[in-house]
């Protein structure tokens, strides 16, 4: 079992930055692909980012691309999210999920590829 925590979220104002960073406990997190969803009042939890096991492989939706960073801390058993240029848009609550069913350099950009999730953490974009 993976127990996985936000934190980073607060309010910022459109064009500033914020950086998520997810905590894992439990079996350990290093042999997992990481990814970042996130979820806007009356939508579909959507992809945002993810990591590979060994960081080589990532990927990040068309939407925040060139905008967001994501980066891991295996030794930390941490996952990062670097928001920057921030916009509206952007509002949403950020979840961090592990993927402890796939190849472990996959970063996959599924919903339904991801096994362990957190509770989430809120990011609200203001301008």
């Known amino acids: 079992q993976v127990q996985l925590v936000e934190s980073g979220g607060g309010l910022v104002q459109a064009g500033g930055s914020l950086r998520l960073s997810c905590a894992a406990s439990g079996r350990t997190f290093s042999s997992y692909s990481m990814g970042w969803f996130r979820q806007a009042p009356g939508k579909e939890r959507e992809f945002v980012a993810s990591i590979g096991w060994w960081g080589r492989t990532t990927n990040y939706a068309d939407s925040v691309k060139g905008r967001f960073t994501i980066s891991r801390d295996n030794a930390k058993k941490a996952v990062y999210l670097q928001m920057n240029s921030l916009t509206l848009e952007d509002t949403a609550v950020y979840y961090c999920?592990?993927?402890?069913?796939?190849?472990?350099?996959?970063?996959?950009?599924?919903?339904?590829?991801?096994?362990?999730w957190g509770q989430g953490t809120q990011v609200t974009v203001s301008s």
């Open positions: 999920a592990a993927d402890a069913s796939h190849a472990s350099d996959v970063a996959s950009w599924e919903v339904g590829e991801y096994d362990y």
